[in-house]
């Protein structure tokens, strides 16, 4: 999945210029505020080469389980069912990690003895389930809201047995989902928001880290990326609606991106 970053240097530069006496650029300059295609991958940071030729680390204002949630809204925008319910099941994953490491780091357990329990969990989804469920128990006094029973069967028959679901079966999963990761987070980011951010900075730096070693920049920007997850926890906005709003944007990369490979190929022919 894509999505669009700017450069940093480049946005700066712009401002200095539109603040300054100097005369507009002519038509046909390259634009200082064109934005990147990144891949997504797992990290918060990204390299983002411009076309005069700066390199930075942006952030992006998404975790790990709010990516995952995001590739697959776009599978559902692609007509990949099966693939869409494989990300949500692996985003609600990826959150129950958040919610329980947010937890275990508010009730003071020193940071190198979490990484090393999780270590011994970390392969190991059942493993996993059962530290939430009694984390999520302990600290908030309540059992926590799990996949129903009909949305866990779609899900192993989905991952496991190859069965394609509908569309308005991924929605629907995808809609469960979205409701149990923005109910926690909420309450995670509004009880505990110290223990949160710790989890989020520990990835962050990791991921800044490799950029770095690969001869990257650092940067302090963060680049806004729209998600479901946000959506539903800042405006409460269904999966529906955010299926909607995405969809002209996600067209629009896709067309640009198909002439791009035409216009190659073209190109190519005629050498
Ligand atoms: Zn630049």
């Known amino acids: 999945m894509q999505v669009y970053l700017s450069c940093p240097e480049c946005v700066d530069e712009q401002a200095r210029h539109e603040k300054s006496s100097e005369s507009p650029d002519p038509i046909n300059t390259q634009k200082r505020l064109s934005p990147y295609p990144i891949q ?76 090393k329990c999780w270590k011994d969990i970390a392969s190991q989804s059942e493993r ?36 394609i679901p509908t569309r308005d079966e991924a929605v629907a999963f995808g809609e469960e989902v979205l409701s149990i990761i923005s109910e926690t987070s909420l309450k995670i980011w509004q009880t505990i928001p110290e223990a949160a951010h710790k989890v989020v900075s520990n990835h962050a730096e990791m991921s800044v880290k490799k950029i770095i070693e690969a001869g990257g920049v650092q940067s302090n920007t963060t680049n806004c990326v729209d998600s479901a997850v946000h959506g539903k926890i800042h405006d409460e906005r269904p999966l529906k609606e955010h299926l909607e709003r ?25 050498t």
């Open 246 to 270: 995405t969809i002209l944007r996600h067209s629009r990369n896709k067309v640009d991106k198909h002439k791009k490979i035409i216009g190659e190929f073209e190109a190519k022919r005629h």
């Open 40 to 115: 997504l991958t797992n990290e918060v940071s990204y390299e983002v080469k411009c076309v005069f030729g700066h390199s930075s680390a942006v952030f992006i204002n998404l975790f790990k389980h709010e990516i995952l949630f995001e590739i697959g809204v776009h599978s559902i925008l692609d007509g990949y069912y099966r693939e869409a319910i494989t990300s949500f099941a692996a985003s609600l994953e990826r959150f129950y990690e958040f919610a329980s490491r947010s937890i275990a780091l508010h009730h003071r357990l020193p940071n190198d003895e979490e990484v």
């Open 128 to 163: 996993q389930l059962g530290a939430y469920i009694y984390l999520h128990a302990i600290h908030f006094k309540k059992q926590p809201k799990l996949l129903s029973n009909p949305q866990a069967a779609l899900r192993n028959s989905s991952v496991h047995k190859g069965q």
